[in-house]
């Protein structure tokens, strides 16, 4: 619905803009008619021309522009748009001809010809500004909806590396945790009960909090510390480990 919205919109300010210059241009023609008169006409003139234009608009943006842009058949499909350049300013010419100057303007016995070049060519530059500048916004929301897609993947990429190593990791860390428990069982240590609820602590923490997007900066800090505990008593006396750490609010939630 917001697409549809955005593309009434965009030929609502082109049709106002085109009206516009329709009123500026058509001046010197009309300038015995009164402002709101002339206004009116070359708004109706805007009205009558805008079918072709956007039917070739929405032909080169979903059509011809993906044709031409991917590899192929691409001389076929630019000897079709010129095909269809051609028949559209042919209607907009027959337009002009056969309606707005004989019904809008009144103006039947002063037009130009219908093959005359001038009125071709501005034909073509009226046709060729508002298209080109529709496909210039299309491949800009292109490039910004990539960028955004992009992003995405690389932020998923990312999620499942780190699931990947966390599948890794928690197993393997719990087996020696456990081997290390087994072993002050058995020398009957009075570590054996503190362990077990580190452990516990931790093993609590990859399930239920290691999920979130944030944590406590104290509660990061104090598995930290149960980690750290956990690992010596593993190593015994050959690791030592210095952890320093200052922190101004416990409560600061980090990622």
């Known amino acids: 619905m917001n697409r549809v919205l955005w593309h ?25 008619l009164p402002v709101a008169e002339r206004m ?15 039917l070739f608009t929405y032909l080169l943006l979903y059509v011809f522009l993906d044709k031409i842009l991917k590899p192929g058949k691409k ?13 559209t300013l042919l209607t907009i010419r027959a337009i002009e001809v056969f309606f707005i100057y004989p019904f809008i303007y009144h103006l039947a ?12 060519l501005f034909s073509f530059i009226d046709l060729g500004y508002v298209s080109v ?8 929301r292109l490039q910004f909806a990539d960028k955004e897609r992009e992003k995405v993947l690389l932020k998923e990429k990312l999620e499942t590396e780190l699931k990947y190593l966390r599948n890794q990791t928690n197993p393997h860390f719990l087996f020696n945790t456990l081997n290390n428990i087994y072993g002050l069982a058995r020398r009957k240590s009075d570590d054996t009960a503190e362990v077990v609820m580190k452990l516990s602590t931790l093993l609590r923490f990859m ?14 800090v104090k598995m930290l510390d149960d980690f750290i505990n956990l690992e010596k008593i593993r190593y015994t006396q050959k690791l030592e480990v210095s952890f320093t750490k200052k922190i101004d609010n416990e409560a600061e939630q980090i990622a």
């Open 75 to 87: 001389s076929l499909y630019v000897s079709i748009l010129v095909i269809t350049v051609a028949a």
């Open 109 to 120: 016995s002063n037009t130009r010809p219908y093959f005359h070049p001038f009125s071709f």
């Open 40 to 54: 009116i006409m070359a708004f109706q003139l805007c009205i009558a021309l805008l079918p072709p234009k956007i």
């Open 133 to 140: 500048f529709a496909v210039a916004i299309h491949q800009i």
């Open 8 to 32: 009434i919109c965009f030929w609502v300010a082109y049709l106002i803009q085109d009206t516009m210059l329709a009123f500026l241009w058509e001046g010197s023609r009309l300038h015995a």
């Open 207 to 220: 399930l239920y909090e290691s999920g979130k997007p944030s944590i406590k900066i104290g509660d990061e």
